[in-house]
Nanobody, 116 residues
Framework: QVQLVESGGGLVQPGGSLRLSCAASGSILRINAVNWYRQAPGKQRELVVA????STNYADSVKGRFTVSNVKNTVYLQMNSLNPEDTAVYYCNAQIVTISGTNNYWGQGTQVTVSS
């Protein structure tokens, strides 16, 4: 069974930084793609960054401020120059291949609050 566990959220002042982690565990053969989404109160879920084996695409609202990286099966989202509009619950989502096939998995979400 595959699990995605997120961590790293919290309260930060405007202009500050946070690094979110998304750790995938289980019988993973391959991770095809990883996405970070966020959902602010009263708003639809928004795609923040989409990562495949060949490309990384950031939403215009975070370009130049957010950077994604990975070490083995953990994906990191480095968020700099945060502003109150970045306040949301952040979710990671991954398309993962196991011996049972290819499925989409979601993390539990981690709250990011940007406020003075």
């Amino acid at each position: 069974q595959v699990q995605l566990v997120e961590s790293g959220g919290g309260l930060v002042q405007p202009g500050g930084s946070l690094r979110l982690s998304c750790a995938a565990s289980g019988s993973i053969l391959r991770i095809n793609a990883v996405n970070w989404y966020r959902q602010a109160p009263g708003k639809q879920r928004e795609l923040v960054v989409a990562v495949t084996t060949s490309s990384t695409n950031y939403a215009d609202s975070v370009k130049g401020r957010f950077t994604v990286s990975n070490v083995k099966n953990t994906v990191y989202l480095q968020m700099n120059s945060l502003n109150p509009e970045d306040t949301a619950v952040y979710y990671c989502n991954a398309q993962i291949v196991t011996i049972s096939g290819t499925n989409n998995y979601w993390g539990q979400g981690t709250q990011v609050t940007v406020s003075s």
